[in-house]
Structures are given as C-alpha cells and as structure tokens.
C-alpha cells in the first residue's frame, strides 16, 4: 500500500491559524467542555485529519500510565471513538512501553500505523486509523496526557513542519488543562477558608478600605448578643462610624489598621447595638492587592469577659 504526502504550506498556515483559536478559545471561554470542543474541531480541519481527541493521564491517582479519552473530533464518515469503552482506563503499559518513553522524553509518537511494531497495532487498526500523531500533554513539567490526531483514509507521511505546528498547539492544550488545574485548586482552597471563616470558633469581622462592613461570622453576631437567626447588623454600615465602636475607643486602631498595620491583642471594652456588654480581645490585618495597596481588612475577637471577670 502506498503512503500519501497532503502537507502543504498553506496547510502549514491554516494549523497555525487554528492554534491562535484554540489558544483563545480555550483560556476565555466559560464553558471548558464547549472550548475544548471548538478547538478540537478547528484544529482538526486545519489539519485535514479524520480525528483529534485528547487522553488525560490518571497520574494525579498514582497510575501515570493510565489514561482516559475526554474529547473528541471527528470529521464527517468517521466513527467517533469517544464511547469506546476500551479507551477508558487504557493503559499504557507494558504494550505501548515505546509511547511511554517517547511521552516522557517530551518526544511524539508519528507514522504510518502498519509500520509500527506489532503491539501496538492492533488497537489501533480496530479504530480504522492508518496514520497517526500523538503529542504529550504537560502540567507542570509533568506528562499528564496527549493529543492525537488520526487518518483514518490515507496512510498519510507526516511532514515535520506539520508535526512541529501541531506540537505547538498541543503545548496550547497543556498550558489550558495548567490553567484550569490551578483554577480548580483556588476554588477549593476559597471553598475551605470561607468554611473556615464561617465556623471559626471566633468573631470575624470584614470591612473595605473605606471602613464599610462587608462581612460578619455568626460567631461575631454571638459575641455582640444578636437574635437567633439574625443575618445582619452593621453590613454596608463604616465601622468607624458606629457609636460603639467610637465608645470603645477603637477608631484610632481601625484607622492604623486601613492604613496598611497590623494591630494583635487589644483588650476593648464593647456594648453592642443589642446593648450586651463584654471584653474583646481584638487583632487586625490589613489585606493588600497584586499592587500591595490596602484594599481592606479583617479583625477577629474573641470573648475574654469570663477570663476578665475571673
């Protein structure tokens, strides 16, 4: 059987082209799954490939050379792979050893499939693909997956500028899943300090740079002798302007406080708005923004009447 060369220059600018979409694609859209879809699909008819999908790594749970299909292209007459269930948990090892040192070296996988050794044959003919390229995806340094791009019609010669422009837009693809790796772990770490926050055994109270209140505990509204159930009592109020907090002598504290110091253990003799009576010990810190100019600030308090009365 004879192989084909369809690699032109113009092919060469159209993948280049779909690069610059799929970067733009992948890091603004707010819908991932669509994102990856589109670029998957211009990419793939950039490429004049049968099929592009992409293989996450299960090394996050300690097995590197096991991977998952997440997405998946396909161009018109080619049966989608996307649902194969022998691409789900597929591993690596020891049959396709060559891919793994390939991956790992930071290498691609390209040919012409029955020139491959025999091992690794066998699945892939079953997807009717006759020529292939796979490019390891990287997070971190680290393999974590592939893109693949199939011919499932020719027994297509890969071109090495081809090869390099689709490398290029699977560094794209890395630096996305890079992206939406850290996104994921800001939102769980947010996830736990706002629990955090919220069933901290101490008051904690927020305000802005303006000293306007945003946010109070529900140890807080205890602290102060709040109804039960009470959601709010000073928010959107300045806390320097409150008649209590001007009572407990405290203003100069808050003021050094906005202004970019750190103010720890300050006994204050407080009567809430709810008229309860007690002895805070009370620190401040100031929250600064990427430029380290003051955007707010928290307190925390705590109890100490009974200690005080002791």
Same mark, same amino acid.
């Not at 998946?72 to 269930?85: D, F, L």
């Not at 769980?188 to 706002?194: C, I, L, T, W």
């Not at 405290?250 to 750190?262: A, M």
């Given at each position: 059987?004879?192989?084909?060369? =369809? ?35 211009? *990419? ?11 293989? @996450? ?11 998952? /299909? ?18 789900? &948990?597929?591993?690596?090892?020891? #049959? ?21 050794? /025999?091992?690794? /044959?066998?699945?892939?003919?079953? +997807? &009717?693909?006759?020529?292939?390229? *796979? ?9 974590? %997956? ?56 101490? &008051?904690? *109270? /927020?305000?802005?740079?303006? %000293? ?9 509204? +205890? =602290? ?8 709010? #009592?000073?928010? %959107?109020?300045?806390?320097?302007? *409150?008649?209590?907090?001007? +009572?407990? &002598? @405290? ?21 809430? #708005?709810?008229?309860?009576? #007690? ?14 100019? @003051? ?6 308090? @705590? ?8």
């Amino acid at each position: 059987m004879s192989s084909v060369n =369809i690699s032109t220059p113009v092919q060469q600018v159209a993948i280049l082209k779909a690069i610059s979409f799929c970067a733009r694609e992948l890091f603004t859209s707010t819908d991932w799954d669509a994102g990856i879809n589109a670029a998957l699909r211009t *990419l793939g008819e950039a490429a004049r490939v049968s099929r592009v999908y992409i293989f @996450v790594s299960h090394r996050s749970m300690g097995q590197p050379y096991i991977v998952d /299909q997440t997405h998946e292209w396909v161009a018109p007459g080619i049966r989608p792979q996307i649902n194969n269930p022998n691409l789900t &948990g597929f591993n690596f090892h020891p #049959s396709y050893i060559r891919w793994i040192n390939a991956f790992e070296g930071k290498d691609i996988i390209a040919g012409i499939v029955r020139e491959f050794p /025999q091992s690794e /044959q066998k699945e892939l003919v079953e +997807e &009717g693909i006759k020529s292939i390229v *796979l490019a390891p995806m990287f997070i971190h340094g680290e393999w974590c %997956g592939l893109v693949g791009f199939d011919e499932c019609t020719t027994e297509r010669v890969w071109e090495q500028d081809v090869i390099e422009a689709l490398r290029a837009a699977v560094s794209v693809f890395g630096g996305a899943f890079e992206r939406r790796l850290a996104e994921q772990a800001l939102r769980e770490s947010e996830k736990k300090y706002a629990n955090f926050i919220e069933h901290a055994p101490f &008051g904690i *109270l /927020q305000f802005d740079k303006d %000293g306007v209140i945003l946010y109070e505990n529900p140890a807080f509204m +205890e =602290i102060i002798g709040a109804p039960h159930g009470q959601v709010t #009592s000073s928010i %959107g109020k300045k806390i320097t302007e *409150l008649p209590n907090v001007i +009572e407990a &002598g @405290v203003v100069g504290y808050l003021q050094e406080i906005i202004k970019g110091k750190v103010v720890k253990n300050i006994t204050v003799p407080f009567t809430s #708005s709810y008229q309860k009576k #007690s002895c805070l010990l009370v620190s401040g810190i100031p929250l600064f923004d990427s430029k380290n100019a @003051v955007i707010g600030a928290f307190l925390a308090m @705590v109890d100490i009447s009974d200690q005080k009365v002791a």
